[in-house]
């Protein structure tokens, strides 16, 4: 069964850079994985940020980026603001017509 | 505007059955394929299933596989998600989403508001 994985926390200091990853329980994340990144306020629908490793969602603001680090897919947000507070899922193509969600990382934005 | 209403979450019993619809409008809903996607009270989101512009391309996470049958009007602009055999662990809020394209391997790109199923005696 394949699982992946994410920070479930992270910090970030208002106005700072944070890189949250998304990784394989097996495996390395590559592009042809086709990792996209939301974003999920509570009591909220998620929202695209990323899709195809680095493709911004329309309307998203271009502190977010998406790229490959090592092994794994990863979300950069520079400049974070106070409303970045909140929880970032990312989603990997497994095959067959498979996705997988990640377990989600919350972000405390200090 | 694109909207996705989401309809027919409620209270079920284990081993009931349910059937969700999600009405689109703002949207050519033929062009896309079509996700559910679902999450647990406190709990991360889990993709459930997918189905292609074509009305054909169906494909389920295991966890639903046997129990749960997506499918589409296109006449209608409806997906719908017939839930039977339902257990606890599918308590849940159901997402239906927009995928980026018609083809069933790219993501869930616009999200309704989701509709809470709950299965309880």
């Known amino acids: 069964q394949t699982v992946v994985t994410q920070e479930p926390s992270f910090s970030v200091s208002l106005g700072g850079t944070v890189t949250l990853t998304c990784g394989l329980s097996?495996?390395?994340?590559?592009?042809?994985?086709?990792p996209t990144w939301y974003q999920q306020t509570p009591g909220q629908a998620p929202r695209t940020l990323i899709y195809?490793?680095?493709s911004r969602s329309s309307g998203v603001p271009d502190r977010f980026s998406g790229s490959i680090l090592g092994n794994k897919a990863a979300l950069t947000i520079t400049g974070a603001q106070a409303d970045d507070e909140c929880d970032y899922y990312c989603?990997?193509?497994?095959?067959?017509?498979?996705?997988?969600f990640g377990g989600g990382t919350k972000l405390t934005v200090l | 505007e694109v909207q996705l209403l989401e309809s027919g979450g409620g209270l079920v019993q284990p081993g009931g059955s349910l059937r969700l619809s999600c009405a689109a409008s703002?949207?050519?809903?033929?062009?896309?394929?079509m996700t559910w996607v679902r999450q647990a009270p406190g709990m991360g989101l889990e993709w459930v299933s997918v189905?292609?512009?074509?009305?054909?391309?169906?494909y389920y996470a295991q966890s639903v596989k046997g129990r749960f049958t997506i499918s589409r009007d296109n006449s209608k602009n409806t997906l719908y998600l017939q839930m039977n055999s339902l257990r606890a662990e599918d308590t849940a809020v159901y997402y239906c989403?927009?995928?980026?394209?018609?083809?069933?391997?790219?993501?869930?790109?616009?999200w309704g508001q989701g509709t809470l199923v709950t299965v309880s005696s």
């Open positions: 195809s490793t680095n």
């Open positions: 989403a927009r995928d980026l394209t018609g083809s069933y391997r790219t993501p869930p790109d616009l």
């Open positions: 097996s495996g390395s994340v590559s592009t042809g994985y086709y």
């Open positions: 703002g949207l050519t809903f033929s062009n896309y394929a």
């Open positions: 189905i292609g512009a074509d009305e054909i391309s169906t």
């Open positions: 989603t990997l193509y497994i095959g067959s017509g498979i996705w997988v």
